[in-house]
């Protein structure tokens, strides 16, 4: 059964800090990958796509390691409003994402 | 620009009970549309999607159906519900395939069975 698993959380973080954050894939054949946004009894929304290089924008970076078969996502000074649950997707066909239950992210005054 | 709504945002149904959420997608023409479940502390699952009117594919076997009568218009539906029905339900929708990972959600609809 193809997995995709996150460390539930939350993290408590103080306002300007850096935070980071993996999610596991157990499908070595996936090819593209996700970071996804979700307030409290809200939608998801994406937040960014994990490409092979990395990418960044603005204070978030994303990175990819088919080796071990991880990928994360990094905040640089963290704001209140970066509170959310962040929910790692891993496209398994044209229709089909797998998606983790969310990492519970609480940025703290 | 396009917008996606569903209804109703809430409810709460006894055992036994029909369902019914609707879906409807403005500003865009033949989308991909989707019915995803997230049960709480559980990533997102799909339960159906469709590439056009008539057409639905399911990914797990349950007690729900889907349908979609029009093009913007997708539907979901049970005759009985059941404990496990509980949930929190997603419609979304995409561009063709779902090729850039990129799916817009509506505001959701949050369903107890008591």
């Known amino acids: 059964r193809k997995e995709v698993e996150q460390d539930p959380g939350p993290f408590n973080v103080p306002e300007g800090a850096t935070v980071a954050f993996n999610c596991t894939y157990s499908?070595?054949?996936?090819?593209?990958f996700f970071w996804y946004r979700q307030d409290c009894r809200k939608e998801p929304k994406l937040l960014m796509s994990?490409?092979?290089?990395?990418n960044e924008d603005g204070r978030f970076t994303a990175q990819l390691n088919r080796a071990s078969q991880y990928i994360s996502l990094l905040i640089r000074d963290s704001k209140l409003s970066d509170s959310a649950t962040y929910l790692c997707v891993v496209k398994e066909s044209n229709y089909q994402l797998i998606w983790g239950a969310g990492t519970k992210l609480i940025i703290k005054p | 620009s396009q917008t996606i709504h569903q209804w109703p945002a809430t409810l709460v149904q006894p055992v036994g009970s029909p369902l019914s959420l609707e879906c409807t997608v403005e500003g865009t023409s033949n989308p991909n549309l989707y019915w995803y479940r997230q049960a709480a502390g559980r990533g997102l699952q799909l339960l159906f999607y469709?590439?056009?009117?008539?057409?639905i594919s399911s990914e797990v076997p349950q007690n729900l159906s889907a349908s979609r009568p029009q093009d913007r218009q997708f539907i979901l539906s049970s005759k009985k519900l059941l404990l496990s029905d509980s949930g929190f339900y997603l419609c979304a929708w995409s561009v063709g395939r779902v090729y850039t990972g990129e799916l817009f959600f509506g505001e959701g609809s949050r369903l107890t069975v008591l």
């Open positions: 469709s590439v056009g009117i008539g057409q």
């Open positions: 994990v490409y092979s290089s990395g």
């Open positions: 499908n070595s054949a996936s090819q593209s």
